[in-house]
């Protein structure tokens, strides 16, 4: 490392391997390029730095939030993990560029990093030094500054909610014989020899300041957190019995799309309304109603400003809120995260609900999984066990929270979060086929999986394929290809959502089957057979126009939410851009869509970028319909006649926020694509009667378990895999998303 023209030789040799590799396309030209910077910035650094800084900005572009450099210099059988990607090719060329460094173990890395300049020490680097380098090393993982900022903040966030005493701990805690009535009321009575995860996790929640609820889909997380806020309420205005002072709950709920907060806010609405009959008189309903009735993104909740990573509350301007409730938490990334918890009050209770075997954020972090990693199967501490047994009675026999708990303390280090966390297990609404799918993908059973798609064993090609030419057709794929999944069907438990009436499901089914094809020209025709017509309109005063106009944009868009095709890539024939062009096409020729241009009626579109002054988010989803003649709409559904213009009316954007509708002229929006296929990271947080899954006919590193799970649990009612080759559809359950990450260690009690 003593000679300068060797060293400047290896730099210059690792920077022609980075370009190499960006010429091969599996590094971006914007990880060479911050490689480049930094070897110009710190001209005497080792040729490491250039390396270890590509692979660190690969990595982050990737999701993960750190490189693990024990893991980059083990042996190659250890780092052929997807988590460092890249073609098998690119993987022997990055371990024959390690061989070729003289620095070999974690020391020499982190000797050489360290005396680069770029990099400094995390253990001795102060937060706001103006010397800062750009670069941290933590241990053996190195970060950009920002990412460890992060996680530190994350890490340091949760451990004080869950180990210190906060203001809670000074509140009157309520007798555990008090929350058992309370359960029974809000559950029902409980037989004296179950376990009911629902009910534990309430009562977790009523004695900390953090609550994680994970779950698959439909095992009840928005059932239960219903009744945790009930019980809240309950437990506030038993405070307020005794302390006259204490002040009503304020609440706030949010989630990470537009979307994902409309389903919220609809569930717990219409959860609430359930418990409100035999409750009433019981608690301050309107008080419970009026502070649940509006759930926002965290961006409007936190006061994104539009071009910055800054938010209008923070530490020193914190969210006015006693409780926060975030659902679809597996896809808030580190950052977001991060700014949630500055910016929310210590006294303040959080409840974070989400599925941690989906797919992670788009973002870099695994924020969820983390968390919940090591926090399930583990024995709890002895007070929160006796709080627990005393508040479940009988049927909690000694400690066991998480039934299954099988280790003790001592063989195995634990989160410190693991007393706060509750995982529901039974799914009250996949009881069929597509439940039992999602298991068998969720849990790696290839067998399993294979059987429940008709596909008997490995390697062979499907042979029982039912054919779906709706599907083909409107594709371009050839039939043979599509493998559907049975119909979910009713649960077993009977447990339906009241609006899914038997008729509904069974017509719904139905249609589902003859797949999304159809379930696209179902959603045109409802756009062109119910639109109101002048003739409708002449019919009724100026003022109801409105009201027909959003009506019709509501049944469209719900008509739309019966089917979706989901890619698990986005480029080529198998992905979201070659589908949505085989989508158009064909419904061109079906004469259902008239496409001139970009902008045709009919055509669904996401939001790509957030923009508040227009009140859309990424992820919203929106369909452009054009209003009917004569009438023009400003603001929303507000109608002004078009007087004697011809001009054909501009077409608007309507989204639909759980019952409310709202539109913007297509013309404002321009991070926009087209949505009849979309990516399964961009379906988080949403669910279809018919779910399509398309996979790419090759082996792609975004294949994973959890992209497969993800998928096939966005079906309500029918599910329909579209594989080219069995064999990728094998390689995705064989692959675990790993992503690199610092937190999980700082959480480790
Ligand atoms: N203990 C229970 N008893 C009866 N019905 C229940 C129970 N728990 C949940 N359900 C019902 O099961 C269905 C799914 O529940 P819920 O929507 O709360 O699940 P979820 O985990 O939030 O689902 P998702 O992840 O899809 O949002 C709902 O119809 C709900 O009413």
Known sequence: ????????????????????????????????????????????????????????????????????????????SAFNDPWLAGPVAAQAELAATLQRLPARTVADWQAALLGSGAVDDARRAGPGDPQAAPLLLDGARLYLRRHHRDEVTVALALRRRVTSDGPLDTLLRPDPAWVRGWLDRLFGALPADRIDHQRIACATALRGRLTLITGGPGTGKTYTVARLLAL???????????????????????????????????????????????????????????GTANAQTLHALLGARPGTRQFARHAQRPLEVDLLVVDEASMVHLEMMAALLRALPDGARLVLLGDQDQLASVEAGAVLGDLCADAVDVALPAADAAWLAACMGPSMPGVAANETANETEGERQASVLAPQTVQLRHSHRFAGAIGALARAVNAGALAEARACLGWPQQGARPDRVQRSPAVAALSGVDPALVVQVALAGRPADGVVDPADSQAAEAAEAAEAVSA????????????AGQRPGPKTLSAVPAEAHPALLEAWAREVLRAFDRSRVLCAVREGDWGVEGLNRAVEAALRRDGL?????????????????????????????????????????????VLEPAGSSHEPEPLRVWFLDGDQVRSVLASRLSAVETAWAMTVHKSQGSEFGHTVLVLPPRINPVLSRELVYTGITRARLAFTLIAPDAAVFDAALSRRTRRASGLRGRLLG
């Open 516 to 527: 999304a094809g159809a379930g696209y020209r179902q959603m045109l025709q409802v756009l």
């Open 232 to 290: 809240l309420q309950a437990d506030q205005q038993r405070q307020q019995a005794l302390a006259p002072a204490a002040r009503p709950l304020r609440i706030a709920l949010a989630a990470p799309t537009g979307k994902a907060a409309a389903r919220l806010q609809q569930s717990i609405r219409s959860a609430l309304d359930g418990l409100r009959g035999p409750l009433q008189g019981q608690l301050d309903w309107d008080g419970l109603v009026d």
């Open 593 to 637: 869509i008239a496409r001139q241009g970009e902008w045709y009626e009919g055509r669904p579109v996401m939001v790509t970028r957030n923009d508040p002054s227009l009140g859309v988010y990424n992820g919203d989803i929106g369909i452009a319909l054009r209003q009917p003649p004569g009438e023009r709409a400003r603001g929303g559904a």
């Open 1 to 76: 490392m003593s000679d300068p023209i060797h060293e400047t030789t290896a730099v210059d040799d690792v920077l022609a391997d980075l370009a190499r590799w960006v010429e091969s396309g599996w590094l971006r030209a914007l990880d060479l390029a911050l490689a480049r910077l930094l070897v110009t910035q710190c001209p005497q650094a080792d040729a490491v730095l250039p390396l270890a800084v590509a692979l660190l900005a690969h990595n982050e572009g990737r999701g993960h939030t750190c490189l693990p450099l024990d893991e980059l210099l083990a042996p190659p």
